[in-house]
């Protein structure tokens, strides 16, 4: 991989923000992700990707929605999802749906697909928790045979068949660019390098070093199926801050209120600030300065050979100006860095 190849992108679940104290609206929100994705643009960042949540405090909920009215603000930067949960999704209405943003946006449309790791939409949408993985086995099935061929015959357990059908509008020849997105399952990977799709791993918790068996893993598995190698990306959580101080707390008072309310609900401890420092030290979270952040996401690239960071730089409460101020720090600072540190010492060297 190229250093020059290395593609930046931010992701947001439309977190609900606070602007000198108070909480924005729902509205107010929605509006904030156009004009953070015009940020993300003017700073050279690749790709902006919304989300798919349905819950008090994430405004993520139409994500082709809002990502239409940022084709419409924007001129360049690639639009996608983080993740499409495609279990609750009806294939032929997500491929009408991002054909249509990739009309809008002239060739930007792209997505990950996952099984989610929050649930809410399977009761909201009727659907039951114990076809967890055969929903998504045959919509996915489905959607790919959608995107790759015309006309489409398909039959399922999980929607009505499709008989010698063509959809309109049409997407482009071949299909939008569609990963998967993978939190630590193997048989996800495995999927993954079956239909010879990028890979986006979710790490989120941990040291991310050890998805280097995946990694390991998915290129094998390419090889098997016989698919072309793909890319390999990275969704972590972060804030950049003119120093590493000032980054800490600032996603500290945000981050501690928000893991409590996921501890509470899924049976896990809360952690201490000193775990917390751990975590900022060797974990998961992106948090600190331009130079402290550039050198992990360089470490983690070569760790884990991928060519693509997003950094999910909302979180809950935090104010709209830490959120500015990463991504135009990403965009102008941690983006170069990387680029030069992985030129003096590239991926696989």
């Given at each position: 991989?190229?250093?020059?190849?290395?593609?930046?992108?931010?992701?947001?679940?439309?977190?609900?923000?606070?602007?000198?104290?108070?909480?924005?609206?729902?509205?107010?929100?929605?509006?904030?992700?156009?004009?953070?994705?015009?940020?993300?643009?003017?700073?050279?960042?690749?790709?902006?990707?919304?989300?798919?949540?349905?819950?008090?405090?994430?405004?993520?909920?139409?994500?082709?929605?809002?990502?239409?009215?940022?084709?419409?603000?924007?001129?360049?930067?690639?639009?996608?999802?983080?993740?499409?949960?495609?279990?609750?999704?009806?294939?032929?209405?997500?491929?009408?749906?991002?054909?249509?943003?990739?009309?809008?946006?002239?060739?930007?449309?792209?997505?990950?697909?996952?099984?989610?790791?929050?649930?809410?939409?399977?009761?909201?949408?009727?659907?039951d928790l114990a076809d967890y993985e055969q929903l998504f086995e045959e919509k996915l099935e489905l959607f790919m045979l959608l995107q790759r061929e015309s006309p489409v015959t398909w039959s399922g357990t999980v929607r009505p068949d499709l008989v010698n059908q063509t959809?309109?509008?049409?997407?482009?020849?071949?299909?939008?660019?569609?990963?998967?997105?993978?939190?630590?399952?193997?048989?996800?990977?495995?999927?993954?390098?079956?239909?010879?799709?990028?890979?986006?791993?979710?790490?989120?918790?941990?040291?991310?070093?050890?998805?280097?068996?995946?990694?390991?893993?998915?290129?094998?598995?390419?090889?098997?199926?016989?698919?072309?190698?793909?890319?390999?990306?990275?969704?972590?959580?972060?804030?950049?801050?003119?120093?590493?101080?000032?980054?800490?707390?600032?996603?500290?008072?945000?981050?501690?209120?928000?893991?409590?309310?996921?501890?509470?609900?899924?049976?896990?401890?809360?952690?201490?600030?000193?775990?917390?420092?751990?975590?900022?030290?060797?974990?998961?979270?992106?948090?600190?300065?331009?130079?402290?952040?550039?050198?992990?996401?360089?470490?983690?690239?070569?760790?884990?050979?991928?060519?693509?960071?997003?950094?999910?730089?909302?979180?809950?409460?935090?104010?709209?100006?830490?959120?500015?101020?990463?991504?135009?720090?990403?965009?102008?600072?941690?983006?170069?860095?990387?680029?030069?540190?992985?030129?003096?010492?590239?991926?696989?060297?």
């Amino acid at each position: 991989m190229a250093a020059g190849a290395f593609e930046f992108g931010l992701n947001s679940f439309g977190d609900v923000p606070t602007d000198n104290g108070r909480l924005l609206s729902d509205a107010e929100t929605i509006r904030l992700l156009v004009r953070e994705a015009q940020l993300a643009e003017s700073v050279g960042l690749d790709v902006f990707s919304i989300g798919e949540h349905y819950r008090e405090g994430f405004v993520d909920s139409a994500g082709p929605v809002i990502l239409a009215g940022i084709a419409s603000a924007t001129e360049r930067i690639k639009l996608g999802t983080a993740v499409t949960v495609l279990s609750t999704n009806d294939p032929v209405r997500l491929y009408h749906e991002f054909s249509t943003l990739d009309a809008i946006s002239n060739g930007r449309a792209q997505m990950v697909l996952g099984r989610a790791s929050q649930t809410q939409s399977f009761p909201l949408f009727g659907y039951d928790l114990a076809d967890y993985e055969q929903l998504f086995e045959e919509k996915l099935e489905l959607f790919m045979l959608l995107q790759r061929e015309s006309p489409v015959t398909w039959s399922g357990t999980v929607r009505p068949d499709l008989v010698n059908q063509t959809l309109h509008p049409a997407m482009r020849p071949g299909g939008i660019p569609t990963w998967i997105g993978v939190g630590g399952s193997p048989n996800s990977v495995i999927r993954a390098a079956r239909y010879g799709l990028p890979l986006m791993l979710a790490i989120i918790g941990g040291q991310p070093e050890r998805f280097a068996g995946h990694v390991d893993l998915y290129f094998r598995a390419l090889a098997q199926f016989g698919m072309p190698e793909q890319p390999v990306g990275q969704h972590a959580l972060g804030l950049i801050a003119d120093t590493d101080e000032e980054a800490a707390d600032t996603w500290w008072e945000a981050w501690e209120p928000m893991i409590e309310m996921m501890g509470r609900e899924r049976g896990f401890p809360v952690p201490s600030r000193d775990q917390y420092n751990l975590e900022l030290a060797d974990g998961a979270l992106f948090v600190g300065s331009p130079e402290t952040v550039a050198q992990k996401i360089a470490r983690m690239a070569r760790a884990l050979r991928i060519s693509r960071f997003d950094l999910k730089y909302d979180i809950m409460g935090l104010p709209v100006s830490a959120r500015a101020h990463t991504i135009e720090l990403l965009g102008t600072v941690v983006a170069p860095r990387v680029r030069e540190l992985l030129a003096e010492q590239p991926v696989n060297a």
